[in-house]
Nanobody
Framework: QVRLVESGGGLVQVGGSLRLSCAAS????????TAWFRQAPGKEREIVAS????????YYADSVKGRFHISKDVSGNTVALQMNSLKPEDTAVYYC????????????WGQGTQVTVSS
């Protein structure tokens, strides 16, 4: 069974930075992509950024373009999300998710890590 574990969340002031990390463990699997999602209280979960496991393709939500950067370490089986110039509206629980090659959707999820941006 594959497990994804997020780390790096916390409390930061407006304009600050945080770096989230997602580590995969357990049974090896072939993944197509990994993404970061977030869910704020009372709101639906939304995708923040994604990266293809093979190749450089990335995607960013408009709300985080120019501020967040997603990266991967294939050998280390980790994905990071560098978050800069944080805003109060970035406050949410951030989830790491992986899409296996044989799956049409993100089907492996971490437990989430809280990010709180104080003004």
């Amino acid at each position: 069974q594959v497990r994804l574990v997020e780390s790096g969340g916390g409390l930061v002031q407006v304009g600050g930075s945080l770096r989230l990390s997602c580590a995969a463990s357990g049974r090896p699997f072939s993944r197509y992509a990994t993404a970061w999602f977030r869910q704020a209280p009372g709101k639906e979960r939304e995708i923040v950024a994604s990266i293809r496991w093979s190749g450089p393709n990335t995607y960013y939500a408009d709300s985080v373009k120019g501020r967040f950067h997603i990266s991967k370490d294939v050998s280390g089986n980790t994905v990071a999300l560098q978050m800069n110039s944080l805003k109060p509206e970035d406050t949410a629980v951030y989830y790491c998710a992986a899409q296996r090659v044989e799956s049409p959707k993100y089907d492996t999820w971490g437990q989430g890590t809280q990010v709180t941006v104080s003004s």
